[in-house]
């Protein structure tokens, strides 16, 4: 199949609490097109090479740290709870701010919360999670998605499961690193045919067809 970039990389950050489901999907789609394309890659990264421990106790050991400075083409920010703690993560912010310009700044769920503490989803669109937890449909928490219209006042929120405004790519859910990984390998130029193989291949078709369209393009 044709593709525009080769051997296209995205490095997935690890912290303390993320949400496995944010991480692991998208890994797993692309893990899946490496069957037809092995030049396609995906790794961890954080801080340091010590352990993550992330929700429900699951470890990682990251592929990369931070001062490595691996070579990518996007890089992915899943949510969780320890994304109240990376907001202010100045570490992590510089790490963001070193990355080359044409470097892919996607995010899962409340990961979009960084990038809107950090100022970089002013003017553009985005979104987060629309279905909120028990605490936060009680009086004591908020939904993501309006928490995120908190953090950004200057960001238009948007309630599409993908939102690519350019450089910046949000996605909504939690489930829904599985279609930020499918609209990955379109912005590294695969053909439909490719993703759809993709999708057939993981039993995710009749799924992939519904969420296919639910991509709102930054104007």
Not at 40 to 50: G, V
Not at 57 to 63: A, H, K, Q
Not at 126 to 154: C, F, H, M, V, Y
Not at 171 to 181: P, Q
């Amino acid at each position: 199949m044709f593709m525009n970039k080769q051997g296209f990389r995205i490095g997935v950050y690890l912290f303390k609490d993320a949400e496995v489901l944010d991480y692991s999907a998208p890994i797993g789609v692309i893990s899946v097109a490496k069957r037809y394309d092995p030049a396609l890659d995906i790794f961890t990264i954080s801080e340091s090479m010590r352990p993550i421990q992330t929700l429900t106790g699951l470890t990682i050991i990251p592929s990369y740290a931070f001062n490595d400075k691996p070579a990518m083409d996007a890089f992915l920010i899943p949510g969780g709870y320890g994304t109240r703690q990376e907001m202010y993560n100045g570490n992590l912010h510089r790490f963001i701010h070193s990355l080359s310009d044409d470097c892919l700044l996607t995010s899962v769920c409340t990961g979009s919360w960084i990038y809107g503490q950090m100022g970089l989803l002013n003017g553009r669109s985005a979104t987060n999670r629309k279905e909120p937890d028990a605490l936060e449909a009680s009086s004591l928490g908020q939904t993501p998605i309006d928490r995120l219209a908190q953090i950004a006042p200057a960001c238009r929120i948007s309630r599409a499961r993908v939102v690519d405004s350019g450089r910046i790519i949000t996605a909504g859910g939690i489930a829904s690193g599985m279609e930020l990984g499918f609209h990955l390998l379109r912005k590294a130029g695969y053909e439909e045919a490719f993703i759809e193989n993709v999708a057939r291949t993981m039993e995710y078709n009749h799924a992939y067809e519904g969420y296919r369209n639910d991509i709102h393009y930054d104007k």
